[in-house]
């Protein structure tokens, strides 16, 4: 079950969260809509910015959208103006008052989407994707990752014949539940057609109880919009010795 299942779906509601937090009610098919919308304008237009995941939370009147990123200072701009910028368009989007909370993400290498964004446009920028993921894996190691897995699909290197080829070091245990594992699909666009990059990041386990957020362990960043300060308790992954 664990091999074939999304690592971060099948953990969910035991040591992950999700990512969007609202009750739905009779127009649950159109907020679902909205959220997707939302998420996919904010990737295009925060292209640059290194944008991780986005959490949506709705309320009656109010949107709150919070920004993963590990570059937060070319999301807030010059004096909070870009944000501001930013608040507006969502809110002509969503048609309710919008808040925008941004946490910065201080270990990139560690986060599986980002990883795969980087191999992704380095292939597209015509290096070795051997040479990309090798040096993925590598830094991912570097900051103590327990294990690291990267899978990348289609015509490689122009390939007349479509074939996958993986690269693994440490472990991935993707049937243990408490296994505190990162995981994101990203595609490169060549001259060739379209590449698949998967990655895997195991981080450690969960023991005991965990707040269910996507958010745990990153730092909050302040800004016009939302709130600053970061999150308190101890709920960071332990590790085995």
Not at 106 to 123: T, Y
Not at 130 to 150: F, H, L, T, V, Y
Not at 180 to 197: C, F, K, N, P, Q
Not at 200 to 210: D, P
Request: proline share 2%; aromatic share 6%; net charge positive.
């Amino acid at each position: 079950m664990g091999q074939k299942t999304n690592p971060i779906g099948n953990r969910l509601g035991i040591i992950r969260g999700w990512e969007s937090n609202w009750y739905g009610g009779n127009d649950y098919g159109d907020k679902l809509a909205e959220d997707d919308k939302i998420r996919k304008y904010i990737h295009a237009r925060l292209s640059k910015a290194s944008v991780s995941r986005v959490i949506i939370e709705r309320t009656l009147k109010l949107v709150t959208v919070t920004i993963t990123t590990a570059r937060p200072g070319i999301i807030i701009g010059k004096g909070g103006q870009e944000v501001d910028k930013l608040k507006e368009e969502l809110k002509k989007i969503t048609g309710k008052e919008v808040q925008i909370n941004i946490h910065e993400i201080k270990r990139p290498e560690l986060d599986a989407f980002l990883v795969g964004a980087s191999v992704a446009r380095q292939i597209e920028n015509r290096i070795s994707y051997r040479r990309a993921i090798k040096m993925a894996i590598a830094a991912a190691m570097r900051m103590n990752a327990e294990g690291i897995k990267i899978q990348i699909s289609g015509r490689l290197n122009g390939a007349e014949m479509a074939r996958s080829e993986s690269y693994k070091d440490g472990r991935i245990p993707l049937s243990t539940f408490r296994a505190d594992i990162d995981y994101a699909l990203v595609e490169a666009h060549t001259t060739y057609g379209r590449l698949g990059v998967k990655v895997w990041i195991m981080k450690g386990e969960v023991y005991g109880k965990r707040e269910l957020s996507p958010l745990v362990g990153m730092t909050k960043k302040a800004g016009k919009g939302g709130n600053s300060g970061g999150r308190g308790g101890n709920n960071k992954p332990r590790r085995r010795k």
